[in-house]
Every structure is written in C-alpha cells, then in structure tokens.
C-alpha cells in the first residue's frame, strides 16, 4: 500500500519492515531485523562510495528505526493502524486519467522524471525510481511490472505540485 503525500509518493510502515498489517510482533521483529542488516550504516560504509547514495540508504535505515518504533508498541501500532485505515477512506477526486506516453519526459543523470501540466499550470510528477520503488520498471520504452509482489499496480494516483487536483497514471505492461 502506497499513501500518497502532497508531492511525494510514500510507503507505509509495514512495507519498510516488508510485513503484512495482520503482522504479528514476532513476525515485525524479525521484519525489523532483517531490513536493520540491509540498511545499517555501519554495513554500508565499505560498500557505498557516493555520498548522495549514502544518505539515501541513512533514510532508509531511520525508516526503519521510525517502523521499529511504531509498530513495536502496541499503542503507538493502534494509533497508526486507526490513522492509516482513516486516509484510506478518504475519496480521492481524480481530474483526469493518463498513461505513462501521454506524459512529458526528462532525463537527469540516471533518473527519468515524467510529468503532466496541470491546469493550475503547475506539475503532477513521477520519476522511474518512484516507479521502481512501487515495482514498476522501464527498459528501452517498455514498462514492465514486476510479478514477485502481491500487488501489481496498474494506475497510481499522482497529486499536483501545487493544488488539491490529482491524476490517475494508468500503467500498462503490454506498452
């Protein structure tokens, strides 16, 4: 599950431990333990040599602390289960559904960032390590969706850079 923020796409605590919500302690533990290895800044040192793919892996390894912290404790885990299922319900207006060729593209460094205009004149935006993060791959104008996770998706809510409008990004493998 994939919540969205005002500009950025973000991922709950149960997919950073890599746990279902039903999750029992044990299992968050071991979740814990497992991406703590992973993303550890002590492991990282000899194997990371660009400091911006440094800090990268620091905020994923304080994700993990802040999911640790949140889900271990019972109360603090009620409280996030009641917030979480809470910004699930809330309706979501969609002003328009766009594919992934319908979106303007650009090219920086590595990354590739699409985008959509807005009528406000501003932005909605997504870039490939978004997508990949959601398991969504491009290879050479081919979109591929990786198969190994339990949710495939096949449309993303985007919000604009500005105002409240948001765009359905409908993925399509077969492209």
């Given at each position: ?72 404790d019972s ?64 290879h050479e ?13 096949s449309s ?20």
């Amino acid at each position: 599950m994939l919540l969205m923020g005002k500009n950025s796409i973000q991922r709950t605590h149960y997919d950073v431990l890599s746990v279902r919500e039903d999750a029992s302690y044990d299992e968050i533990r071991a979740g814990y333990r497992a991406a703590i290895l992973i993303s550890h800044p002590d492991k990282l040192h000899r194997k990371v040599d660009v400091l911006d793919l440094q800090h990268k892996q620091e905020e994923k390894f304080l994700d993990v602390q802040k999911a640790w912290e949140v889900l271990s404790d019972s109360k603090s885990r009620a409280n996030y289960d009641r917030e979480l299922q809470a910004s699930r319900q809330v309706v979501e207006v969609v002003y328009d559904e766009v594919e992934l060729g319908d979106m303007a593209m650009e090219t920086l460094d590595d990354v590739q960032e699409f985008f959509y205009q807005c009528r406000c004149g501003d932005y909605f935006l997504v870039t490939s390590l978004e997508l990949g993060e959601m398991g969504i791959s491009l290879h050479e104008n081919r979109v591929e969706i990786e198969t190994s996770s339990e949710l495939s998706p096949s449309s993303v809510l985007l919000p604009c850079g500005s105002c409240s409008l948001k765009i359905c990004l409908i993925i399509d493998a077969n492209r």
